[in-house]
């Protein structure tokens, strides 16, 4: 699921649907640079790991964005950031405590 979101295009695509809600490829392409089949073969990616499901309104596919796997991704990130803040911690109170220790030699 993260490295589908380490692309730009899908990154973009994916901030796109959560701002505007559920959209077409045409708007989708539209302003991006990118051709509807680059669109659609992104959000083919995207759809295969989960970040967004698709269904047809007339004519056209309808993408919008899975709520649960979003929180699910939200959830993971916030939870290395927590151990990160929890590493850093530890290795301020050794550095600090190493200090400490060659003020007393």
């Given at each position: 699921?993260?490295?589908?979101?380490?692309?730009?295009?899908?990154?973009?695509?994916?901030?796109?649907?959560?701002?505007?809600?559920?959209?077409?490829?045409?708007?989708?392409?539209?302003?991006?640079?990118?051709?509807?089949?680059?669109?659609t073969?992104?959000?083919?990616?995207?759809?295969?790991?989960?970040?967004?499901?698709?269904?047809?309104?007339?004519?056209?596919?309808?993408?919008?964005?899975?709520?649960?796997?979003?929180?699910?991704?939200?959830?993971?990130?916030?939870?290395?950031?927590?151990?990160?803040?929890?590493a850093?911690?530890?290795?301020?109170?050794?550095?600090?405590d190493?200090?400490?220790?060659?003020?007393?030699?």
């Amino acid at each position: 699921m993260f490295a589908a979101l380490g692309d730009d295009t899908r990154a973009r695509l994916v901030g796109r649907l959560c701002v505007e809600g559920p959209l077409s490829i045409t708007h989708l392409s539209e302003g991006t640079g990118v051709t509807r089949q680059a669109v659609t073969k992104q959000l083919r990616t995207l759809g295969r790991v989960g970040l967004v499901r698709d269904f047809r309104r007339g004519r056209e596919r309808i993408y919008e964005l899975e709520p649960k796997r979003l929180e699910k991704a939200r959830r993971s990130l916030d939870q290395i950031s927590a151990e990160w803040d929890a590493a850093i911690s530890r290795l301020q109170a050794f550095v600090e405590d190493d200090r400490n220790d060659d003020k007393h030699r």
